[in-house]
């Protein structure tokens, strides 16, 4: 089996076993995805998910967040850690989309990433989740587990990117990355992978093999 043909394999194996694998993250519009994507850097989804509420109360559009300052915002975004760099951020993103976007989160990955805390890695959730842009979200789940999967061999998050576009259908870009987080987290666990569980063992070239 070619590399092509084993990733379209894994997506359709692991879509029967995670149906509804999809972004962990609340949100209802592009700004809300903005600053969840922004806030969960080093964080869980889940404490993202229960700091969101008071804080998109008090600043609900781009045009609000950008008349803040950073200390306003920091006793809101406390509990995700890095509090001060991602009220500054989210502060400094705004204003950016006030003064340069007309008050719209971009979809173009250029402007996106213009944009203070964000990456690529939050730039194609945004893209992915928010416009239906097809874009591979690589965080450590999907690095790590598309390594172990021989889909790449990179270590750095655009290489790993970039090579599983080259295996993977477009169609499914988006829905790998929010698979692998699933994955990573019920069966492929960094330390101790649950290979006996696994739906990918027989076409794994690391079962049996622990933290690789």
Known sequence: MNKKARAREIVERLQRAYPDARCTLDFSNHFELMVGGILATQSTDKRVNLTLPDLL?????????????????????????????????LVGASRLIEEKHQGKVPSEMKDLLELPGIGRKIANLIRGDGFGIPGVVVDTHCGRIARRLGLTKK???????????????????????????????????????RCSSCVLADICPKVGVDGA
């Open 57 to 89: 109360r008090t600043y609900p559009t781009p045009e609000a967040m950008a008349k803040a300052e950073p200390a306003d915002v920091e006793p809101l975004v406390q509990s995700v850690g890095l509090y001060k760099n991602k009220a500054k951020a």
């Open 155 to 193: 270590n750095d998050p655009t290489g790993v990117e970039r090579d599983l576009e080259k295996v993977l259908p477009k169609e499914h870009y988006v829905k790998f990355g929010h698979l692998m987080v699933a994955h990573g987290r019920e069966i492929c666990v960094a330390r101790k992978p």
